[in-house]
């Protein structure tokens, strides 16, 4: 929430977040709440069972995978047989053909459908959040659909330009700049769907040992997820990210998978750790990455140093230089943002270097520091015990018999009877005088 309402990029220097228009969904929120009921069915819905065979396995967490299964017919219902009704939202003034906000009715009436302005997804996040907790800015500009109607106008170029601003041409359907939050509440079902197939990978590592047989079984599972999902979207059931369909879950959970399995057996298994040390500090900061590079925080602290104006900075100048090296801007903004998160993940593992250097160099004071209490303490022991000795030796004298030992000789004398130490030396020099 702070991410989403309080910082607002490095292009906006204003701050502050009206509560009245703050969003309350976002890609953090989405994965606390998949984690947080994934979470639950591992906790709560996971039997006591002793896996040692494929059956034993699947009487251990058929439950959750119920539960997963009565998450996604929830979402297939919905998003097929909800009614979405016409709607009505402020459309903001950037549009050419008109002057000032107004009203923009969307006229729908349908059901099923997955078309931008009338599905389900959006009408749940509309009715439940309201339109003012919703993501402000336009979505549906790079759809198809949207490109379609940019085709008809004969400048191509210049409108193509106006919708990566955000604005709309009067050629374009009304529904071109409504809100509409690509993290809302029904396709977060599919999301938690998604933590689950983790688990499924996660319950693999833990039960079986040998590693081939993880690498075979994580395989098999990821290649008939992508199968799946493109056998949906032959279906009818298409790739979309902000709808979060079937078809995209099984393709994005299939690609992981198999990646996972990849970098498993080169890191694992064949122990080549030296080509993915990169991703091992990303995944170790994986949240802060986001919110430092993702989130524009760190871009915005490094666009801070200019030369002569705002525009030459050392972000811009950078994108604007591997897009001229790479004669593309997709793949040299695409560039620029690694090269970003690379560097914010190699000042953070120099961070965990030092860190660890300190800990180890401090322990190593400490154990010092020990075994010089522990010496002085072993000579303070033994002064105290000669110390004790000598005034044993004093009271009681020497003993008696040779060869006893440490066995104090047992008599019926009266040990204030018995000569001191100090009559003993006086005895002593009295025979020397004689």
């Excluded at 750790?273 to 170790?284: C, D, S």
């Amino acid at each position: 929430m702070l991410i989403g309402g309080y910082f607002h990029g490095r292009n906006n220097l204003a701050y502050g977040v009206a509560v009245a228009k703050i969003r309350w969904l976002g890609v953090l929120q989405r994965i606390s709440t998949g984690y947080l009921l994934a979470s639950i069915t591992e906790i709560w819905l996971v039997r006591n069972v002793m896996v040692d065979s494929p059956t034993a396995f699947v009487q251990k967490y058929y439950i959750q995978w119920i539960v997963a299964t009565l998450l996604l017919s929830l979402y297939m219902c919905l998003f097929y047989g909800l009614y979405v009704p016409n709607w009505e939202f402020q459309s903001p003034s950037l549009t050419l053909s008109t002057n000032g906000p107004h009203t923009q009715i969307v006229h729908c009436g349908v059901r099923g459908s997955l078309e931008p302005p009338c599905n389900a997804v959006g009408y749940i996040d509309r009715y439940f959040l309201g339109e003012q907790h919703l993501y402000r800015h336009p979505v549906y500009r790079r759809t198809k659909i949207l490109m379609g109607y940019a085709l008809i106008f004969i400048h191509r170029n210049a409108v193509l330009i106006l919708l990566t601003m955000g604005i709309c041409h009067r050629i374009h359907p009304e529904w071109c700049l409504a809100p509409f939050d690509p993290e809302g509440i029904l396709s977060s079902l599919m999301a938690v769907l998604t933590c689950i197939v983790g688990l499924h990978f996660g319950h693999i590592l833990l039960h079986h040992k040998c590693q081939m047989h993880r690498v075979v079984l994580w395989s098999m599972s990821s290649f008939a997820l992508l199968f799946s999902g493109f056998v949906l979207q032959l279906l009818g059931i298409p790739f979309s990210k902000p709808l979060y369909t079937l078809s995209y879950m099984c393709i994005t959970a299939g690609a992981s998978g198999l990646f996972l399995t990849i970098i498993f057996y080169i890191v694992d298994v064949k122990h080549f750790r030296k080509p993915v040390v990169l991703l091992h500090w990303m995944g170790m900061n994986a949240l802060i990455i986001y919110a430092l590079a993702a989130c524009d925080i760190f871009p915005a602290a490094v666009q801070g140093f200019y030369w002569r104006s705002p525009e030459n900075n050392l972000v811009d100048g950078l994108e604007s230089l591997l897009q001229s090296v790479l004669h593309s801007s997709k793949w040299g903004t695409l560039t620029c943002l690694i090269a970003l998160a690379s560097s914010n993940c190699y000042s953070l593992s120099l961070k965990m270097a030092t860190e660890k250097a300190n800990a180890d160099e401090t322990q190593s004071y400490d154990t010092e520091d020990n075994f010089g209490d522990r010496s002085t303490a072993s000579q303070e022991s033994t002064k105290f015990q000669l110390s004790k000795a000598l005034a044993r030796r004093a009271v009681y004298g020497p003993s008696s018999r040779r060869g006893s030992g440490n066995r104090r000789v047992q008599t019926n004398a009266d040990p204030r009877t018995l000569p001191s130490r100090l009559s003993k030396v006086s005895l002593a020099d009295d025979d020397s005088e004689k």
